[in-house]
């Protein structure tokens, strides 16, 4: 087949702001391959110098060769910047000596062919490709943290939050494959891109091929031994549902640490696949089992639709972040769903005292803010005539004087950031202590009258606020000490446990 050199136009990405690896951190290097998705490795060459120019032949452009970002099977796989534009690249150098033979000159051009036109959030983008004498060049999207497979080396296992976030990436992905009759038939977490904001990508179409009724389905085994459906090595053909089993091997990989079938000898391994042999840790939650259990399922006929995935209880009673820290791709994230509560605090430490959230500040620097909070806003109210427990705030209106005397009180510990600088779009200081009233109201409002209160609560008691604090209310509740040296947890069903003053 004649080469395809040069037929495509170059599109543009974004440039990524700072490409960079994950920080490093424990676990073996990030090069080395994982134990369930071993790399193919080249025949023994000498690699390429970086910074060497590679240079377009047809239309002349020019990239420089960056870092080396990982070897595949046929391709080295650089950082490439273009010199004109700036705009950085990953491109996969192909030598011409590795697709020599027809039949391994066709498996590149067939990876290019399916994956040049795709165009997803989730899915590697195709920019444009071209050979010369030596190679073939195959300019990506660049996912400057690597792949599922690096996190995963230095982590072992994922938290149920992080792995919702990753799948809920690559059912969208492969779900826009499965809609264009493409199947991607080689799904492992090296496969999986990151990139520099900690978005995923599905990639690599080394393996990927269209979707053909069963009858005329290619009955080739392909794919990585751990994550092969038990129909592909039935050699009864690849569908939809055979990427949906890999799928199920890459979650469960993810949160037991290990593949599912994995054992120290390939046929074991196959043998394991064909009878669905594979334990549940109890450690994982029920919609984990549930889910795990429903994908790995020897009929694919049996297997949820990505459709129904989606709609499982792991995915819609679960929380799922938004994005995750970059830190995560070597460290356990600290992954507290949003509280309402918690959030109203923040905003209010920040009004109060003008202060922001420094990542690196120490928990004990966290309970100093919050101790801060509770005392600033006692003062703030008791010092005002107008917040007295007999005097009604109207609804919705904070009393413009206590907006003073908070401005006032907070301004020698900061700037108060009224406007711009650190304060959310919508957010004033008015907004911010209605917030704090309406709460403090509603809390008077529920709480029971004095006369019904045990004898020694009536009574007037000193002031008491918050000294330190531990909140593990996404697991069991939020436990606090008070200045008068009282400990006390709040469960989360609402149980309220103290220990007397006396520690008793
Ligand atoms: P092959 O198809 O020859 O197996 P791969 O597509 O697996 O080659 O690429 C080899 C390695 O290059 C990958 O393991 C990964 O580390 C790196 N790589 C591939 N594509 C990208 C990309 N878009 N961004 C960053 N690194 C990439």
């Known amino acids: 087949m004649e080469p395809a050199a040069g037929f495509l136009s170059p599109r543009p990405f974004p440039r990524a702001a700072a490409p960079s690896a994950p920080p490093a951190g424990p676990g073996p290097p990030a090069n080395a391959s994982p134990r369930s998705e071993p790399e193919v490795l ?9 910074g060497r120019l590679i240079t377009d032949p047809l239309s002349g452009r020019t990239y420089t060769k960056g870092r080396l970002l990982g070897k595949g099977g046929f391709a080295r796989c650089y950082e490439a910047t273009d010199t004109e534009s700036g705009i950085a690249y990953a491109v996969k150098v192909i030598p011409q000596s590795r697709v020599a033979k027809p039949h391994q000159r066709e498996k590149i051009l067939n990876e290019i062919e399916l994956h040049r036109d795709l165009q997803h959030r989730h899915i590697v983008r195709f920019s444009h ?52 009759g493409i199947l991607h038939r080689d799904l492992k977490l090296g496969n999986f891109f990151i990139t520099d904001n900690m978005e995923l990508k599905v990639g690599d179409f080394g393996l990927a091929a269209r979707l053909e009724p069963p009858e005329q389905r ?61 334990t549940l840790p109890a450690s994982l939650s029920l919609p984990a089992r ?36 970059v830190s995560s791709c070597v460290t356990v994230p600290d992954l507290t769903p949003p509280n309402p509560a918690r959030s109203l ?10 202060r922001k959230k420094n990542k690196n500040k120490n928990h004990s620097e966290d309970q100093d803010n919050v101790s801060c909070l509770v005392s600033g ?54 907004t911010v202590v209605e917030s704090a009233l309406c709460a403090l109201r509603n809390c008077v409002a529920f709480m029971p009258p004095a006369e019904q209160n045990p004898a020694p609560l009536a009574q007037p008691e ?16 939020f436990g606090y000490q008070l200045s008068s040296r009282r400990v006390a947890v709040l469960f989360n069903d609402g149980t309220h446990m103290a220990l007397s003053a006396n520690r008793k």
């Not at 990427?243 to 290990?258: E, F, I, P, Q, R």
């Not at 605090?345 to 003008?354: W, Y």
């Open 345 to 354: 605090f923040a905003k209010v430490t920040k009004s109060l005292f003008g």
């Open 129 to 180: 490709h071209f050979e010369d004498a030596d190679n073939i060049y195959i300019f990506l999207e660049l996912c400057s943290r690597k792949s599922l497979a690096h996190i995963w080396k230095a982590r072992h296992t994922l938290l149920e939050p992080e792995v919702r976030y990753y799948l809920r990436q690559i059912l969208s992905g492969l779900k826009y494959l499965h809609q264009r």
């Open 218 to 278: 290619k009955k080739t085994i392909c794919g990585t031994p751990n994550y092969v459906a038990p129909e592909v090595l039935l050699r009864q053909g690849h569908g939809p549902e055979a990427d949906v089993w890999s799928l199920g091997c890459v979650m469960y990989t993810l949160l037991c640490g290990s593949p599912p079938f994995e054992t120290a000898d390939l046929k074991e391994t196959y043998r394991c696949i064909k009878q669905v042999h594979y």
């Open 377 to 430: 806003l006692m003062r703030t109210s008791i010092g005002h005539p107008d917040v007295r427990p007999e005097a009604p705030v109207v609804s919705g209106q904070a009393p413009a004087s206590l907006i003073e005397t908070a401005a006032e009180d907070s301004s020698p510990r900061g700037t108060l950031a009224s406007s711009g600088d650190g304060f959310e779009e919508g957010l004033t200081v008015a």
């Open 42 to 50: 080249a025949g023994p060459r000498a690699p390429d110098p970086p």
């Open 290 to 325: 549930q889910l795990l259990a429903a994908i790995l399922r020897a009929s694919p006929r049996d297997r949820p639709s990505i459709e129904q995935i989606l709609r499982h209880d792991f995915f819609t009673k679960g929380y799922t972040p938004d994005r995750l820290p």
């Open 462 to 477: 000193p002031l008491v606020w918050v000294s330190k604090w531990v909140d593990y209310s996404n697991k069991f509740g």
